[in-house]
């Protein structure tokens, strides 16, 4: 059962225009999320987070939306650079005191074209 | 400050083997996960440990499990290697204050068993 689902495998933007990656989940107990980015060989390094009480949040080019009747986040990245080239996943997490336990997406791969 | 390190980059194995796999967190980090990644089922929870004690356990049998030391470092053991065991674990720490904390992730041990 895949409670957090990102349903493109792969995006391919141009250079200096928005990328635009999405997000679904189905666990309605989910009440905070992150997108993580991750290149070749190496971790995933935190991007950005929202919580549930909140519907945008925004740290430079990047800019997440929530939208909770629908259940969909989306990443926003403008504008995009080539160094953004990388995997994304999106993850989310229920309130559980202080256990840590991530439910992640399965990745998009974005590539940015010069 | 140093980052997450996890022991070794690589690893391959036979079928039935055993394999222990070891991560440093960053300094003053508590809260270790461990995350198995495939290309078919993305980031994967295997457990999270806090002050020695497994906190919380992801849907994994039984030959997986883990360990963590008084200095936070910790270990994961797979015992009995199977084919569909190949994957890249990610070990990743938190100070381990809340559940919504950004992880911070190493760069994976690839383990390939034959």
């Known amino acids: 059962d895949q409670q957090v689902k990102q349903n493109s495998p792969s995006l391919s933007v141009q250079e200096g225009r928005i990328s635009i990656l999405n997000c679904d989940y189905t666990?309605?107990?989910?009440?905070?999320f992150l997108w993580y980015k991750k290149y070749p060989a190496e971790g995933p390094t935190f991007l950005i987070s929202?919580?549930?009480?909140?519907d945008k949040n925004e740290d430079g080019r990047f800019t997440v939306f929530l939208n909770k009747s629908a259940k969909h986040l989306s990443l926003h990245i403008v504008p995009s650079q080539p160094g953004d080239s990388a995997v994304y996943f999106c993850?989310?997490?229920?309130?559980?005191?202080?256990?840590?336990?991530?439910?992640f997406g399965q990745g998009t791969r974005l590539t940015i074209n010069p | 400050k140093a980052g997450v390190t996890q022991t070794p980059r690589y690893l391959i194995k036979t079928r039935g083997q055993q394999v222990t796999l070891s991560c440093s967190p960053i300094?003053?980090?508590?809260?270790v996960s461990w995350y198995q990644q495939t290309p078919g089922q993305g980031l994967q929870f295997l457990f999270e440990y806090f002050s020695e004690t497994q906190r919380n356990k992801g849907n994994f049998p039984g030959r997986f499990s883990g360990r963590q030391f008084s200095n936070s470092r910790s270990e994961m053991n797979v015992s009995t290697l199977e084919l569909g065991d190949s994957a890249l674990y990610l070990c990743?720490?938190?100070?381990?204050?809340?559940?919504?904390?950004?992880?911070?992730f190493g760069n994976g041990t690839r383990l390939t068993v034959t």
């Open positions: 929202i919580s549930s009480i909140k």
């Open positions: 990743a720490s938190t100070q381990g204050g809340s559940y919504n904390s950004p992880l911070h």
């Open positions: 993850a989310a997490t229920t309130p559980g005191g202080r256990a840590q336990k991530l439910v």
């Open positions: 666990n309605s107990m989910f009440d905070y």
């Open positions: 300094s003053g980090h508590r809260s």
